[in-house]
């Protein structure tokens, strides 16, 4: 769930980065256009400018102050920096204003050929761009969209995208640096909504990390569980669609279990009325009689077991108050139900665990019942610590339970192919083994035993009050 808030947040700062991309794109694209069309006016007016001044200034014979003389009238009267070279590149005239801005580092002139051969030469400063400050003498009044390079061919006027002035919003077109501007704009709008969405996807993230809390927790056996509802949303319809199956899931569990609970309470009273009708038979019945008296009996034995163990895994299940915990030293515990059983307990050591001593007792009965009925004579009885735990054993030598059936063998009524018929049973010892081990905080699990057989292991936790 960790990973859901994260591939969220990172999609909304990818979608914001294209974005940005997307935007400079077009960004720059717009002042491509623009830097195409101003080219070509300022190419148009410079050219028609070198033509008028070709017409009026004097002719290329003329003496060289008269040339001198009427160019500084035009420099004047246009408020430009101009200048004269003759066919050879010699210097013919020049303006004040050019010989003072053409000695300027970094002044631009431009080169415009006469037809008589004369170059004409406008000397200006570059247009303010990254890193320049305007010239305090600037271009020529009435003349906008001025190249800041040109030769004889005409070509690129625009060396540098700073020295374009474009169609930009007012806000942008009054800073210094307009593209500048524009990448700390998107910067700043990218950790702006990236700040802004964190909260808004953390915040809903976590009310999906409450509900996987929840359901886990239902899961394991919480049937009261319930999350939190807050909120007209998905996630929060999703909650309560969750609350109600869960309501519903316990109703009909709790129903089932008092279903069973009633019923099999209610198998008392024939059995022990069977009983009575057995006490009350003859003292000395025939061979055929006794023996249907043992079969009788032995049946009422195995129905009044399955009640009992029906009860207690009832019980178990409704999580009823039924631990009675005390310290109990294990090593003579399972000495003592060892040798009911014909067991030899086999311990490095003797921990004391905080438990139920009837319910411990009873969980080691059905284990060591369980490995004589169905796993042949070898059966062993091992006690251990292992990763602080108190770890119990009980091995057979029977045919093994198939992997893929080891954890099945724990569920209620379940029983492998064939042993029904060879050794009885319904299938609910292991179940209450499993379940005993949970209500102690414990667990167990089968596995296949060296040399043939199956090992039930029973792990409990050390404790005290």
Known sequence: MKTLYLRIYLTVLVVLALFGAASAWLFHGHLQQERSQFETVARERFAGMAMLLERTLPPAHAPAGEQQQALSEWAQRLSMALALEDAQGQDLASSAQFERRSK??????????????????VARNPRPGPGREPAPEGGPE????????????????????????????????????PAV??????????????????????????????????VEQFGAGDLSRRVDEHGRDEVAALAVSFNQAAQRIEGLLAAQRDLLANASHELRSPLTRLKMALSLLPDSPSQAQARLREEIHTDIAELDALVDEILLSSRLNNHEPLLRRQALELGGVLAEEGARSGVELQCEASPTVWADERLLRRAMRNLLENAQ?????????????????????????????????????????????????????????????????????????????????????????????
């Open 373 to 465: 009925r169905y796993g042949g004579g070898d059966v062993s009885l091992t006690l251990q610590l292992q990763d602080g735990q108190a770890e119990i054993q009980v091995c057979d030598r029977g045919p093994g339970v198939p992997e893929a059936l080891r954890e099945r063998i724990f569920e209620a009524f379940f029983r492998l192919s064939g042993h029904a018929e060879v050794a009885g049973g319904v299938g609910l010892g292991l179940h209450l083994v499993r379940q005993i081990a949970q209500a102690h905080e414990g667990s167990v699990r089968c596995l296949a035993r060296e040399g043939g057989g199956s090992c039930f292991v029973l792990r409990l936790p050390l404790g005290s009050a």
């Open 104 to 121: 300027r580092p970094g002044v631009l002139v431009l080169r415009f050929p006469l037809s008589d051969g004369r170059v004409l030469l």
């Open 181 to 214: 501007s524009l990448v700390t704009v998107l910067v700043l709008l990218f950790v702006g909504v990236a700040a802004g969405a964190y909260p808004v996807v953390r915040r809903l993230t976590r009310r999906l990390e409450a509900l996987k809390a929840g």
């Open 142 to 177: 009435g003349m906008p969209g001025k190249a800041p390079r040109a030769d004889a061919e005409g070509s690129n006027l625009f060396p540098a995208l700073g020295q374009l002035q474009v169609a930009l919003p007012p806000w942008l077109a009054r800073t210094p640096n």
